[in-house]
């Protein structure tokens, strides 16, 4: 009986311990994207994703990483002192406990936001969360990956992104919005890929257009070039 009991005891205290994510890095920046632009802000990149975006900025977090306890991700953001955390990647979604990560830096009182591909369902993303979710248009080479049942799961806190690489990755983008009336659900961001569109040019487009659209240039590539740890 006594042995019973020591069981259940060990068994209840391990989940702090057992609920590990495989973390790229840990860093204290300037929001660069979306709607939380310009607050200082704690990410916690995971590592690993299903896509392969031809532009991807991030391709050093396909691979390595090490094996971290949510707690002990969860004191090394404390230590930074700051009110936003982004959880981003790499694909978050694609490590099932980062919904447990989600969840505990809710529960400490974050204003926490999630940066995702669209490629993977969100319906389970506590819905404290601000998912920034991207559809990832033809110029990507990836687009047949976009779920778009996802739409269903946005709530008004929600951001969708299109990264457009060319004129016609915009047509695309200008169609989807009107297609699907995304910007009735939530903001929709229209951002350049770096170096690929001209920044003015698709500010001008969205102007001619007249589309329900926010302009959104990454901040911490002007500011800082993309260094790492930024
Ligand atoms: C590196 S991804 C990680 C999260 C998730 N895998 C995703 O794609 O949303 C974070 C954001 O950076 C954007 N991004 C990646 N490479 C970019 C580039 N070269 N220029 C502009 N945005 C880029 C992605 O589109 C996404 O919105
Ligand atoms: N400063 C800064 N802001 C960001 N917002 C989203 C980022 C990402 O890589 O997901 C990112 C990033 O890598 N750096
Ligand atoms: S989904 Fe995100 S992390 Fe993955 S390749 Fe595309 S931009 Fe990079
Ligand atoms: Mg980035």
């Not at 990483?65 to 009110?83: M, T």
């Not at 505990?104 to 926490?112: E, K, Q, S, T």
């Not at 990264?163 to 200008?174: K, P």
Request: proline share 4%; charged share 25%; aromatic share 8%.
């Amino acid at each position: 009986m006594s042995e019973g009991n020591a069981t259940v005891a060990s068994t209840t205290s391990a989940p702090a311990t057992a609920e590990r994510l495989r973390i790229t890095e840990i860093f204290h920046s300037i929001q660069g994207e979306a709607d939380a632009i310009g607050w200082r802000t704690v990410f916690v990149r995971l590592t690993g994703c299903p896509l392969r975006c031809v532009w991807c900025d991030t391709e050093y977090s396909f691979y390595g990483g090490g094996w971290r306890d949510i707690d002990d991700i969860l004191a090394e953001v404390a230590s930074h002192g700051a009110r936003h955390v982004c959880v981003t990647g790499g694909e978050p979604l694609a490590q099932k406990r980062c919904l447990i990560l989600l969840q505990r830096l809710c529960d400490a009182g974050y204003d926490v936001s999630l940066e995702t591909s669209g490629a993977l369902d969100v319906a389970a993303v506590d819905p404290r969360v601000r998912k920034v979710m991207d559809l990832k248009a033809p110029g990507s080479g990836e687009s047949a990956r976009n779920l778009w049942s996802n739409l269903q799961h946005l709530l008004p806190h929600d951001q969708v992104k299109f990264v457009l690489a060319s004129r016609a990755d915009y047509e695309w983008a200008r169609e989807a919005v009107a297609g699907h009336a995304i910007d009735r659900r939530c903001m929709v961001l229209f951002s350049p890929v770096h170096g690929k569109v001209n920044p003015r040019e698709l500010a001008e487009w969205i102007i001619e257009d007249k589309l329900p659209v926010r302009f959104q240039l990454q901040l911490h590539k002007l500011l800082w070039n993309d260094a790492p740890g930024h």
